[in-house]
């Protein structure tokens, strides 16, 4: 009787929760499964912790060789103290996947271009590029190495996996990250692979710029003719002050790079009737990826002690790359930053010593053009004969969509990244190969691992020797006093600009000769001057008898920064470096604003121009939150060279490189006369700079005008430095934050990039050491945790970071929580 | 008294099977139909039992969950749904949504004794 509405209630019921079981779509993106999401006892609210959690904890996993003991502090930072050093790794696993589990998943689903998997169809631009550059292959090629030769590194990255799927094994449904219930998918066990894919990112991170910009620069190249290119996209930089000191005498060469006869024909001065590629790369490493380090010996300081600084430029994500952490064996004692998904402490310091890193910025990504007998792709030409590839298949995932393969010709040089079957908008239609030193098997996280150990210089000479790619400038300072900076890495010996353009790959004749020696890598050791740097220049003059690559991947400006500032500093302390890291002193506009305004008619400006030139001149140089005159001077310079390059490359329609700044301030230092600044447009007239710089003038000042009535002149308004969670969601970020500093600077925060770990140490007998990330130790933004640094970074200051024996933590005011992991239960 | 211990069952059981999460969040529209089966009321009655011991608990929980928590997670939640960015209407809409849902699972159940007893 009462059956129709017994149907039509369980009807609306099931339908109801069958709605609010599935993703709706909302615009463009997929909404949680809502019923799940808030039901409070499965969804987000159980991520919501308590302010005052508890993280006391006792762990028994039959893992572990002994007891591990962890002490974790007022920050939140674990302090692991382990007899085994395999203990002490797969402790380290455990605390990354508590702390920062769906980022581990997330990051190393990005590097394997799996992100279609969970995201749908959209990514799959994204996947592709990934899997045909190889990311998957090279990870693969190093596990393979590690297995086979390096039990020890095996057995490390083996604790760390096992540490990391203990965790994952006892996370009940509902405790899941929150990003996997807003995403709605569950984290997988950890591989050893993983590990090495997430390396593998960082290699790409900062080596793999070339596989966009090399398309880019031939492009130009093309559009221009090479002598032109040269001319504008040269590689002399007139001010730059190296790694390695002027005038430092190189051995003899082992390696004689020889450049082919055909070069100049064949290449440099080839020009491309059809332009290569015409549209941009799915997605390209920030250009300003780079750092600072440095290290101060004890003849310039007030203890006598050697001081070392180091802070890596990467992008700004929450949860942050980084994840502080203290390891204490019976073998090292170590602290500092490490990588969730790796093992080791990454930049950091034990008690003998401490170390840092910055980008080499060395070319190590070239393409080669490949013929292809047939669409087949089973041969390709080479050295007049065809050649067999072999195929490697790659399968992506989509959801609620059918599989995609990627079928990949693998040549001698490496895997085709274009080809018929990949988008010929980006290759123009040809096929072209990648070779990329990160694809060679590399040795993994052995040179942490051992940096971790390191007692003295020896040690870590041995320790960065093992070290392939990224390439990267290890600075040192010893509590014995050394101080040295070494660029390592496997670096190409190359001729002047071989691998700057696409390569002809039908022949030997433009391959690579062979791979510097270590021993012939730029290095320094105790210099009179007493003290290393490096921010991402070149690493040496020209006297160097290597090729380092393109100029434009060596930023100028902060490299003569930090040197000036160190050659005048005298009885360092560490509070110096950290003023000098944050420092915000703009050295390229001291240079460039006299050089404008030698152009600048001010007679012939409006007044709104006037005030706004005068807002620039009175400026005092410094990229400091509120200053207006560092936004006058960008926008003003920025149209100056809108005026002066614009008319050369704004006939094209496909992706091209800009100059750098520093050629156009070359020319304006020097030539009042130059050709370029003319308006090739403008037939009836010739536009010398006098006349450009006023030009530019006046269209800053509409933009600045504009950015006056929205209240936007002052520069951390106008910059609006963010901190992106890795999602892109404004709600999970911290948006607009009041800081300083940017290109060129020191302190080199940018909208969302910059220094994204801080890091000073002092080498006294009981090590003084600061730091901080721009984040917040745990990765859940349902923790007063997740972003606790990142006020404090703004405002340029630090922790000091508490590095204690077990003895001494466990007195310490600080010490917070006690985490106990034992083999079995007691 | 039959309303007041259905609403007493219903958060009851809707807890019980919360605890386990390897359940699907959904599980307590299978609870509170059988209590509705088991306690016989006029349909109105049943929902409104079913509504009120849903969304009584989802509001509880909810609530002091956030206010230990200081807010911090549920104003980003608010922000993404969007709400907003207000806690107390992401609270209020997250009990409401329980209730109507646990209203439903009890009507339906309500009818079911109902075809029995005609």
New interface residues.
């Given amino acids: 009787?009462?059956?129709l509405?017994?149907i039509a209630?369980?009807i609306?019921?099931t339908a109801?929760?069958f709605t609010?079981?599935i993703q709706l779509k909302i615009g463009n993106a997929k909404a949680p499964r809502?019923?799940?999401f808030?039901?409070?006892?499965?969804?987000?609210?159980k991520?919501?912790?308590?302010?005052?959690a508890n993280f006391d904890a006792s762990i028994v996993a039959n893992e572990l060789l002994g007891n591990v003991d962890v002490y974790v502090d007022d920050r939140l930072v674990p302090h692991i103290y382990a007899d085994h050093d395999q203990d002490a790794y797969f402790v380290q696993g455990y605390l990354h996947a508590k702390f920062r589990l769906w980022q581990m998943d997330f990051e190393t689903r990005v590097a394997s271009g799996r992100l279609s998997e969970i995201a749908g169809a959209d990514k799959l631009p994204i996947d592709r590029m990934f899997r045909r550059l190889g990311m998957v292959y090279g990870a693969e090629k190093t596990e393979a190495n590690i297995n086979e030769t390096n039990p020890n590194m095996k057995a490390t990255v083996d604790a760390y996996t096992a540490g990391v799927n203990a965790y994952i094994k006892q996370l009940?449904?509902?405790?899941l990250p929150?990003e996997f219930k807003?995403m709605n998918y569950a984290p997988e066990d950890w591989t050893p692979k993983k590990t090495y894919l997430f390396l593998m990112f960082m290699s790409y991170d900062l080596t793999g710029r070339s596989s966009s910009v090399d398309l880019q620069r031939t492009n130009t190249r093309d559009y221009l003719g090479y002598d032109l290119f040269d001319k504008l996209y040269t590689n002399h930089q007139d001010s730059l002050d190296p790694i390695i000191p002027k005038g430092t005498v190189y051995e003899k060469p082992s390696i004689v790079p020889v450049k082919p006869l055909n070069a100049d024909s064949a290449y440099l001065h080839k020009v491309n009737s059809v332009a290569f590629n015409t549209v941009d790369m799915p997605e390209a490493p920030d250009k300003n990826n780079g750092s600072n380090n440095w290290a101060v010996a004890g003849s310039k300081t007030k203890s006598g002690r050697p001081i070392l600084s180091s802070d890596p430029h990467l992008g700004l994500n929450l949860p942050s790359l980084w994840y502080e952490m203290q390891i204490t064996t019976p073998t090292h004692s170590t602290y500092g930053a490490s990588f969730p998904g790796s093992p080791a402490v990454i930049i950091g310091f034990n008690d003998s010593l401490a170390w840092g890193v910055t980008n080499a910025g060395r070319d190590v990504f070239d393409y080669y053009e490949i013929k292809f007998k047939d669409t087949t792709e089973n041969e390709y030409w080479f050295n007049g004969a065809w050649k067999a590839t072999t195929k490697r298949k790659e399968v992506i995932k989509v959801k609620d969509s059918l599989d995609v393969v990627e079928e990949i010709a693998m040549t001698h040089w490496g895997p085709t990244m274009f080809d018929a079957h990949y988008q010929n908008t980006q290759s123009n239609g040809r096929n072209l190969a990648v070779q990329w030193t990160a694809l060679t098997a590399s040795t993994g996280v052995e040179t942490f691992y051992l940096l971790n150990r390191a007692k003295n210089y020896d040690d870590y000479l041995h320790a960065i020797s093992l070290w392939t790619c990224p390439g990267q400038n290890f600075v040192l300072a010893t509590k014995s006093g050394d101080i040295a900076i070494k660029q390592q890495g496997s670096f190409v010996a190359r001729w002047e600009r071989q691998g700057d353009f696409i390569m002809p790959g039908e022949d030997t004749s433009f391959q690579w000769q062979g791979i510097i020696p270590t021993n012939e890598n730029p290095m320094i050791k105790n210099p009179e001057r007493g003290f290393v740097s490096s921010a991402n220049q070149k690493s040496t003059d020209a006297s160097y008898p290597y090729y380092l690559g393109a100029a434009s991947a060596f930023p100028l400006y902060r490299g003569i920064s930090v040197n000036m500032h160190l050659n005048k500093m005298f009885q360092i302390t560490a509070e110096d470096m950290q003023k000098l890291q944050t420092d915000n002193y703009n050295v390229f506009a001291a240079t460039a604003r006299p050089a404008l305004m030698k152009y600048i008619q001010l007679d012939n400006l409006s007044s709104d121009a006037k005030r706004m030139v005068t807002e620039m001149t009175n400026w005092d140089l410094y990229n400091s939150l509120n200053a207006k005159g560092i936004t006058c001077f960008k926008i003003i310079w920025d149209s100056l060279e809108q005026a002066v390059w614009g008319d050369e490359l704004a006939g094209s329609a496909i992706p091209l490189l800009k100059p750098e700044a520093y050629v156009l301030l070359d020319q304006m230092l020097k030539d009042t006369n130059w050709s370029i600044a003319d308006d090739i447009r403008t037939k009836d007239k010739v536009e010398d700079l006098k006349t450009q710089v006023t030009l530019g003038v006046e269209k800053a000042t509409e933009k600045l005008l504009a950015l006056e009535k929205e209240n936007k002149l002052e520069w951390a308004l106008f910059k609006a430095t963010r901190v992106l969670h890795l999602t892109k969601?404004?709600?999970?970020s911290r948006m607009d934050l009041p800081i300083g500093g940017g290109v060129n600077i020191i302190n080199a925060t940018k909208e969302n990039h910059g220094p994204s770990w801080r890091m000073v140490v002092h080498l006294t007998d009981e090590i003084e050491a600061y730091g901080l990330y721009p984040g917040g130790q745990s990765g859940n933004?349902?923790?007063?945790y997740?972003d606790t640094f990142v006020n404090y970074w703004a405002e340029g200051k630090y922790y000091r970071l508490l590095f204690l024996s077990k003895e001494k933590l466990k007195q310490s005011e600080r010490k917070k929580w006690h985490m106990q992991f034992q083999k079995t239960n007691s | 008294m039959k309303f007041i211990i259905s609403i007493l069952l219903s958060g009851l059981l809707t807890y019980a099977v919360g605890i386990y999460g390897d359940l699907p969040w959904w599980s307590f529209v299978i609870t509170n139909l059988l209590i509705a089966v088991a306690i016989p009321q006029k349909p109105l009655m049943a929902f409104a039992a079913g509504a009120i011991g849903v969304g009584l608990l989802w509001a509880a929980l909810a609530l002091s969950i956030d206010m230990a928590n200081n807010h911090i997670l549920s104003t980003k939640v608010a922000t993404i749904l969007p709400l907003n960015g207000s806690y107390s209407s992401l609270i209020i809409v997250n009990a409401l949504l329980g209730a109507i849902l646990g209203g439903l699972a009890s009507l339906t159940g309500s009818f079911v004794r109902a075809r029995k007893g005609a």
Wanted: net charge negative.
């Fill in positions: 009787m009462r059956l509405p017994l209630s369980a609306v019921t109801l929760v609010l079981n809502l019923g799940y808030l039901s409070p006892q499965h969804g987000f609210w991520n919501a912790e308590k302010i005052d009940d449904p509902a405790d929150f807003l969601t404004p709600a999970l933004p349902g923790s007063p997740y």
